[in-house]
C-alpha cells in the first residue's frame, strides 16, 4: 500500500491565483491542493509555461490546471491537449460559454422537471453539494415538445459553471477546506428495458462534455434502486476504471436508506428518498445551499460585467476566465444587462420568484453522471480513464 503524500504549500502563482475562498483540500490523495509533490510541481509549471507560450491566458490558475493534470495522471502533453480542447469548445459552444453562463434563461425548466427531475439541494456530511437526477419519468419525445436537445445541454453547461462557482467556493468557506467535486445521487427507479434505450443515450451524448471540458468533479455517486442486473454488468465494466473512480461508485438496489443516510444527513435529504426534508414548494425547485447564504456566498465571475471580471482575474480556481490577477473588482457589478441590487451583488443566484420559478435558475445534469461513464477504458496514452480520480 503506498504510502500517504506528504503536506505541502498549494504552490500558489501570483499573477493568476486570486482566490476568496480556502485553497487547501484534506483528502490526502497525491496530486490534490497542498498534498503535491515536488515533480508535480514542476509539471503544473511547465504546463502553464506551454499554455502561455501557446498564446493562451485565462483559466491557468493553479487549482483549474492541477484538475486537468490529475485527468491525465499528470501526463503534461495529455493535459496539455486536454486543456487547449477545452478552450476551444468554451469558444465554440453556443456562441461562447462565458457569454451562455450570463444570458441563458431556462424558462421552460418546470415543465421538463415533469419527465426529468435534476436539482442540486443542500450538502452531504463532507459538505459538498448534493445533485439529484430521477431518471425513470424521462421520455424524450415529450421533452422535445417543451424543449429542445440544443436547450437541453446549453443548460446543462450553464450549471456546471454555476456549481463551479458559486457552488463549490460556497461550499469551501463552510467548510473551512477546498472542495471541488459532488455528491450526487442517481435514481433509476421506473427505467426498465422500455426506457433504459433512451435514458442511457441522453446521459451517454450529456456525458462526454463533463468528461472532456469540466475534470474531476466527482466525489461520491449513489445510483439507486438499480435493477435487476445493472451490478453485475458494472462489476464486469469496472475493470476498466480507475480504483480511485471505482470506490466513489456505489450501486445500491431499493434498500439504499442505509447507507445513503451514512453520508448524507437526514435533515439534507428529501423525504422522497428516505430523508426528513420537505422544502415549501418541493425539494426539487429550492436549490437550497450554502450558494444562498450571504456569508458563504460572493459574486461569480459569470455575474460580473467582462472589464470587472477581466480585471478581477474572475476565476478562484473553479472555472472561471482566469487572467491575469490585478485586484478586486467592486461587488455588484453588473452583468451587461443593467444594475443589480445590493442582494443580487452578495448572491447573484437570490430571487424573490416562486420556488417553480426559481427552479429556472437551478439545476441540471451535474458533472457526475459523466465521470461514471463506463463503456470506456482508460485512454490510452494518456494513462486516465474514464472519469479519472479526483
Known sequence: M????????????????????????????????????????????????????AGYKERLDT???????????????????MFVDCEKWRKEFQGGVDDLVRNFDYKERPQVFEY???YYHKIDKDGRPIYIE???????????????????LSNLVVEYEKNSDPRLPACSRLAGHLLETGCTIMDLKGVGLSKASSVYSYVGSA?????????????????????WGFSGVFGVVKRFLDPVTVNKIHILGSNYEKELLAQVPAENLPKTFGGKCECPGGCMFSDQGPWHDAKYTKTPWWAKEKSAAAADGATQGQGGPGVASAGTAADGATDGQGG??????????????????????????????????VSEPPTAGAGAGAGAAA
Open 207 to 227: 456525458s462526454a462534455i463533463s468528461q472532456n471540458y469540466y475534470p474531476e468533479r466527482l466525489g461520491k455517486l449513489y445510483v439507486i434502486n438499480a435493477p
Open 134 to 152: 430521477q431518471l425513470g419519468k424521462i421520455d424524450l419525445n415529450a421533452m422535445y415538445k417543451i424543449t429542445t436537445s440544443d436547450r437541453m
Open 2 to 53: 503506498a504510502a500517504a503524500p506528504q503536506k505541502r504549500p498549494v504552490p500558489l502563482d501570483a499573477k493568476y491565483d486570486n482566490y476568496d475562498h480556502p485553497v487547501e483540500s484534506i483528502a490526502q490523495q497525491s496530486g490534490h491542493p497542498g498534498f503535491t509533490t515536488e515533480q508535480q510541481d514542476a509539471q503544473l509549471a511547465q504546463l502553464r509555461m506551454m499554455l502561455e507560450s
Open 116 to 118: 426529468y427531475p435534476q
Open 63 to 81: 487549482l483549474t490546471l492541477l484538475r486537468f493534470l490529475r485527468a491525465r495522471k499528470f501526463n503534461v502533453e495529455a493535459s496539455k491537449q
Open 340 to 373: 443589480v441590487t445590493a442582494e443580487k451583488a452578495q448572491n447573484p443566484l437570490a430571487t424573490t420568484e416562486s420556488n417553480k420559478e426559481k427552479a429556472a435558475r437551478s439545476s441540471a445534469p451535474d458533472v457526475q453522471p459523466v465521470d461514471v461513464r
